[in-house]
């Protein structure tokens, strides 16, 4: 069992630029979930996906954001023309169906110039 | 919609004092209890978590017992040390966890020698 493994663990950009976050969860665990967490908050809930099917979206999650798992295996949360307020730590989280709770990555951490 | 109150921290107690961070909790239907943590340079753990009513989740030393007539999931710990200085996180999910977690704001917990 290796954990949740978050790329890249910092991201620095100018606003308006798009980024990209890859996850890679647990293997055998089917559902990966990101959430998004600033500073002194508890993590927000963006989605979620069971194998490759997204099955909920938060309100949070703006037509400018986008996460796919296209293999059911790793997920990627993209971010196009970013703003000053998506600075924030994303975290990726993964679980089996079986009943066993979320497995939480590092997260990787996104500071907008 | 369905949400976590924590207490409001900073939390700074001596080492070897008795520790509750307090988590109050509203939602449809009954969900499941857990308490992550966040030592500082690491991501989210799992602490401990309930299932169901009155059922009592224990982990190094804390537990918590699932109150259903408060609705409530206070974490416990008799006699704290220096080590479990951390951000602690109370948090519900459905589904036995299988479904988005809802978190508190977090209370950060210092412990002096």
């Known amino acids: 069992d290796t954990g949740v493994s978050q790329d890249p663990r910092h991201k620095i950009t100018k606003r308006g630029q798009n980024v990209t976050f890859r996850c890679d969860p647990i293997s055998e665990h089917n559902r990966l979930y990101w959430y998004r967490q600033t500073l002194g908050q508890g993590p927000e809930f963006l989605t979620y996906?069971?194998?490759?099917?997204?099955?909920?979206k938060s309100r949070l999650l703006s037509d400018r954001f986008s996460a796919e798992r296209p293999k059911g295996s790793f997920s990627t949360l993209e971010i196009q023309r970013t703003e000053q307020g998506d600075s924030a730590m994303y975290l990726c989280a993964s679980s089996q169906q079986s009943g066993q709770p979320q497995h939480f990555g590092d997260g990787t951490r996104l500071s907008i110039l | 919609g369905d949400s976590v109150t924590q207490m409001e921290g900073p939390v700074t107690l001596s080492e070897e004092a008795f520790l509750t961070i307090n988590c109050t909790y509203t939602a449809t239907g009954y969900p499941s209890l857990f308490w992550y943590v966040q030592y500082p340079g690491e991501g989210l753990q799992l602490l401990l978590k309930?299932?169901?009513?009155?059922d009592k989740g224990s982990n190094k030393g804390f537990e918590a017992t699932y109150r259903k007539e408060t609705t409530s999931f206070h974490l416990e710990k008799g006699s704290v040390q220096v080590s479990d200085s951390a951000v602690y996180f109370c948090a519900l999910a459905f589904n036995f966890g299988n479904e988005k977690l809802t978190f508190g704001t977090g209370t950060r917990l210092t412990i002096i020698p």
């Open positions: 996906f069971q194998n490759e099917a997204q099955l909920e």
């Open positions: 309930a299932t169901k009513a009155d």
